[in-house]
């Protein structure tokens, strides 16, 4: 069975091919964060504008390189939610005039699910039931998954998503955006120890998040002192060591609420080293087992929307070919598979 994926749901258009035997055929992701990096975040109008030039021809080119045609396809998925109402409706469109033209299927794929499932493209995919972390530019959850489908919210950032703290404060130290990535690369340079930033919300009980306070908390540091290369790096350091520590602290109490050994991580700041690191050191400590997909398959792509389409379409869940998108659209709310 092979699905074609179609990611549009922000500033990547990420288009993948899935044959559930041989894995992905094809996976090409364009990237627009050139054109949003001169207003320091994404600009919704531009965005769609670029997702209606780059989707059609990087759908010829994922055929080309799979040496498919749409008739040789199983179904098409597209992003339908959560997410930007333009760009979501730029991949509908075309996923869903494809699926007529085609006589296919279309499956419409929760963005968020697509992350989640992500780690199961990799050859050691977990194994159910698990604590999730999603952490991306517009999610903190913690999710409890005893299968696919079955999701429970243990908690979610009151304010601002991780991926969007990191990018604000790479802003104010004058890194392009998005961010993340380049406060990461330079935080390898840091001086553990010369700042420390609060853990914000581990003395309170429960599982929610809160980053506000700790980016206010990093910005008056930025503006307190002369921000040379090695103080941008030491506060890039400790803002790095108080995100890892606290969602570090958050999934340790999500395991041991639910009594599960393994821990998954997806979405964009999933691909980061430190957090990585240091989950992986906590689940080995715990005698468990932590899960994640390679960087690429983190941050947004089409190939997550594949799998997430397969599964779905496996158990017969597909769409009418009503163009209908949910820039809102709780994961929870999921029907199970
Ligand atoms: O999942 P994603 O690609 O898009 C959304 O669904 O939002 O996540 C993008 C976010 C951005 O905020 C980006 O700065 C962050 O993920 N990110 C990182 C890293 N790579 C991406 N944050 C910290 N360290 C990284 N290595
Ligand atoms: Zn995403």
């Known amino acids: 069975m092979r699905i074609l994926g179609i990611e549009t749901s922000c500033d990547e258009t990420g288009i993948a091919i899935y044959d559930d035997e041989k894995g992905i055929l094809a996976n090409y992701l364009y990237s627009q964060s050139n054109i949003h990096s001169n207003y320091g975040g994404v600009v919704p109008e531009l965005a769609s504008r670029d997702h209606i030039r780059k989707t059609i021809p990087l759908i010829q080119a994922a055929l080309k390189k799979a040496h498919l045609t749409g008739k040789d396809l199983n179904g098409v998925a597209y992003t339908a939610g959560p997410g930007l109402v333009g760009s979501l409706l730029v991949g ?25 499932l992500a780690p199961m493209l990799e050859n050691n995919p977990p194994s159910f039931p698990f604590i999730a972390l999603l952490v991306s530019g517009g999610h903190t959850q913690l999710i409890s998954v005893t299968e696919i ?172 070919l009503k163009i209908s998108v949910h820039p809102r659209w709780p994961l929870a709310n999921l029907s199970e598979v």
């Open 92 to 116: 509908a469109t075309i996923g869903l005039a494809l699926a007529f033209a085609w006589g296919l299927p279309a499956i419409p794929v929760h963005h968020m699910e697509g992350h989640l």
């Open 149 to 320: 489908g079955k999701y429970e919210m243990l908690g979610e950032s009151i304010d601002d998503a991780v991926g969007e703290a990191f990018d604000k404060i790479a802003k104010l130290l004058g890194l392009n955006y998005p961010g993340g990535p380049l406060l990461s690369k330079i935080a390898q340079k840091g001086k553990t120890g010369r700042f420390f930033f609060p853990r914000p919300m581990i003395n309170r009980p429960g599982l929610d998040f809160s980053f506000s306070g700790l980016k206010t908390f990093a910005a008056n540091t930025i503006r307190n002192n002369i921000v040379d290369s090695q103080t941008r790096a030491d506060i890039a350091c400790a803002f790095e060591d108080a995100i890892v520590d606290t969602l570090a602290i958050k999934c340790r109490r999500a395991l041991e609420q639910k009594g599960f050994k393994y821990l998954v991580i997806a979405g964009g700041v999933s691909a980061n080293v430190k957090l990585r690191s240091h989950l992986k050191n906590m689940m080995i400590q715990r005698g468990g087992k932590i899960f994640y997909a390679r960087p690429e398959f983190c941050t947004d792509n089409g190939a997550m929307i594949t799998y997430a389409g397969m599964v779905r379409l496996k158990n017969n869940i597909h769409s009418s």
